[in-house]
């Protein structure tokens, strides 16, 4: 079993810079694809940026060139970090972590969740 541990939200005025954790702890034998998605109530989970094990990532548009993804596998921990904060940004953030565990069997699991509040 995979448990993740989200760490980083809270509350910021705009224009103001946030740096989300998640560190992956127990059954792991390689983390292949790590994300931050994130989910304002009432609207689908949204996909923000991911990275993959060789570092190549992926941003949505509406944070490109804001939030930056990266990861450090030696800790089984991804990082966001996002600067110029909007409004608009408030959102649950969850990390996502896809890879293999120690029995070799695929694996994919969510973090619990951490809130990020933008203030205008």
């Known amino acids: 079993q995979v448990h993740l541990m989200e760490d980083g939200g809270g509350l910021v005025q705009a224009g103001g810079s946030l740096r989300l954790s998640c560190a992956a702890s127990?059954?792991?034998?390689?983390?292949?694809?790590m994300g931050w998605y994130r989910q304002v109530p009432g609207e689908q989970r949204e996909l923000v940026a991911t990275?993959?094990?060789?570092?190549?990532?992926n941003y949505a548009d509406s944070v490109t060139g804001r939030f930056t993804v990266s990861r450090d596998n030696t800790k089984n921990t991804v990082y966001l970090q996002m600067n110029s904060l909007k409004p608009e940004d408030t959102a649950v953030y969850y990390c996502?972590?896809?890879?293999?565990?120690?029995?070799?069997?695929?694996?994919?699991?969510w973090g619990q969740g951490t809130r990020v509040t933008v203030s205008s």
């Open positions: 990275i993959s094990r060789g570092n190549t990532t």
């Open positions: 127990g059954s792991i034998y390689h983390i292949n694809y």
């Open positions: 996502y972590v896809g890879g293999v565990d120690s029995n070799r069997i695929s694996l994919s699991s």
